[in-house]
């Protein structure tokens, strides 16, 4: 990991983003600031950090709405602060493309933990490489995964996906046919015994699914809905 990775804090609680600001730095990490959603957006689009912590309840922009424009144009990684009686607005940050989330009130050390875990799987290449399977490209007909560049291609196009969206491809590649509950996703992809909300799978797949029909509906009609259970990769029969 890069100790001197750039990353922007955004809370309107100035006591919040100082104690952020002082855990992070302990870590060499590099911060900027911003308080409302509106000045977060405009810095996050002019600079190129390497990780977004996000707070949904913000002044006039709301953290929603700041991912969604911020996904129209980049794949910054981004864990959002969220208060623990906002359970649907967490559904509407994963929709809008977040990665993590911690609920306030939060321990400092913990927010430490998944930038970490997040900069990790955004950065390096050997995320999920099997034990006896040193293929670094996964090749279907109209997808191909480059692990190595952490690269999707699509009907000859790079797709341009957020860390998470590419961990679940990539899961999901190195099992074609497999069936994977919900359950096993969340634990497997999120690294966590029990995350909290299958829907957070559901609006995974469906963003990832979104995005590769842009280029191949056949891409994206792999990704596989099986009923009562989870999700596969089915790989077309020729």
């Avoid at 797949?205 to 009923?227: C, H, P, Q």
């Amino acid at each position: 990991m890069d100790p001197a990775a750039k990353l922007l804090v955004v809370d309107d609680e100035d006591r919040i983003r100082r104690l952020l600001r002082m855990y992070l730095e302990r870590e060499n990490y590099q911060i900027d600031e911003a308080e409302d959603g509106e000045k977060a957006l405009d810095m996050a689009l002019n600079n190129d950090y390497d990780l977004i912590i996000l707070d949904l309840m913000l002044p006039g922009m709301d953290g929603v709405e700041v991912c969604t424009q911020l996904r129209k144009h980049k794949a910054t990684p981004v864990i959002m602060l969220t208060a623990k009686g906002e359970e649907a607005n967490r559904v509407q940050g994963f929709e809008a493309g977040t990665d993590d989330y911690v609920i306030k009130p939060f321990s400092p050390r913990e927010v430490v933990y998944r930038v970490k875990a997040l900069l990790r799987r955004s950065v390096h290449s050997n995320v999920f490489t099997s034990e006896g399977n040193n293929s670094h490209t996964i090749v279907f007909p109209d997808l191909m995964i480059e692990h190595d560049a952490h690269r999707v291609i699509v009907g000859g196009q790079e797709v341009n996906l957020t860390p998470k969206e590419y961990e679940l491809l990539y899961y999901l590649a190195q099992a074609p046919d497999k069936v994977f509950s919900r359950e096993e996703l969340l634990k497997d992809v999120w690294h966590y015994d029990f995350f909290g909300d299958l829907r957070t799978v559901d609006t995974h797949i469906k963003r990832l699914r979104e995005k590769l029909n842009k280029y191949s509906s056949r891409a994206a009609d792999m990704i596989t809905t099986v009923w009562g259970i989870g999700y596969k990769l089915e790989v077309p029969k020729e």
